[in-house]
């Protein structure tokens, strides 16, 4: 079946609402539909506030993980290497956190944003370097929250913590170009995140020569097949390539791990994936949640769980809402 009809999707179709245990940019529920389909559990969860043009794009990738897998490559079952995230926790409790998550040893720090100052992103950051020691490897992620100054001044205070590179510091491509410019002397990469939201964006990206690291997400750009084109662009210009979540439930996470290990096929040295983000959820929707720990994520095929399904199923009204979004995304696909 690979053009389900409407009517097939709503059949099939669990709608669920799961707490966050750490809120991420004002998020503190997730909602999503989950698909019991033909070729296996499939995820459709774009952000409540995204217009129906782009949610469509994420339902394309929906489509093609529950209905058309003969057009993706096979992945067999295995452990891949992740990073830990850092939240916008204060300093002192960044061992304490890290020690939860088994002490890995690629950690991505949240800066920026609301609540947060240049001190208490110095500070945590600086504990996260205490934490790991010397060798273990850190990024940051501003999510576009920085001026081109505020990215410059913040950065160069923490050149000494030995920084990997730092994801979407400010909003712009040509403000990024510009800053990548002149972190180059520092030897801290600059990577794409928000900046590549279209799969055409790539092209923009790599002109302006903005990243030396392209962010993708399976489901924000339409499935395995539009971003594994992404991916060999980004590459022949160059740039790295991580693969990471947008804050899915296990079945979401499965996908962009099979993304990752695909990618990885000929590239075994590929950075660890953004793909450890499941313990930010208060719950799950499958038997056996795909959790990281000490940056490592087993990653085995989602099998759904009927009663986590019933224990987080929404509201008879959100369910009507997310179906409604349905029926307006599926017409754009």
Not at 131 to 148: E, F, K, Q, V
Not at 246 to 252: D, N, R, Y
Not at 287 to 294: G, K, N
Request: charged share 20%; hydrophobic share 40%; net charge negative.
């Amino acid at each position: 079946m690979s053009s389900p009809s409407l009517r097939d999707l709503q059949a099939m179709a669990h709608a669920v609402s799961i707490p966050m245990t750490t809120p991420f940019r004002g998020i503190t529920t997730r909602e999503a539909l989950i698909f019991d389909a033909p070729d296996g559990p499939a995820e459709w969860s774009p952000f409540l506030d995204y217009e129906d043009a782009e949610a469509a794009t994420w339902l394309a990738s929906t489509l093609e993980q529950g209905f058309q897998q003969d057009r993706v490559p096979t992945t067999t079952p295995s452990t891949i290497r992740v990073n830990g995230t850092v939240p916008a926790i204060d300093a002192a409790d960044v061992p304490a956190f890290l020690a939860g998550l088994g002490s890995p040893t690629c950690i991505k720090v949240k800066v920026g944003g609301p609540g947060s100052s240049r001190a208490t992103d110095v500070a945590r950051v600086r504990a996260v370097r205490d934490t790991l020691g010397p060798t273990g490897r850190i990024r940051l992620d501003a999510n576009g929250s920085w001026t081109l100054d505020e990215a410059e001044h913040a950065i160069r205070e923490m050149e000494s913590l030995d920084l990997d590179y730092v994801e979407q510091p400010v909003e712009s491509v040509a403000d990024m170009a510009v800053l990548r410019q002149r972190m180059s002397e520092l030897g801290i990469g600059i990577a794409a995140d928000e900046s590549i939201r279209r799969s055409s964006d790539i092209d923009t990206v790599v002109e302006a020569q903005a990243c030396d690291v392209v962010v993708l997400k399976v489901q924000p750009l339409g499935g395995i097949q539009k971003v594994l084109a992404i991916a060999a662009k980004a590459r022949d210009a160059g740039c790295d390539v991580v693969v990471s979540s947008a804050l899915e439930t296990s079945v979401g996470l499965h996908y962009g791990a099979r993304l990752h290990q695909i990618l990885s096929t000929n590239q075994p040295q590929s950075l660890d994936a953004g793909l450890g983000t499941a313990s930010f959820l208060g719950g799950d929707v499958v038997t056996t949640p795909l959790l990281a720990h000490a940056g490592e994520l087993p990653v085995t095929p989602p099998v759904l769980d009927p009663e986590l399904l019933r224990h987080y199923a929404m509201t008879e009204e959100r369910r009507e809402w997310w179906h409604g979004r349905l029926e307006r995304c599926l017409g754009l696909v």
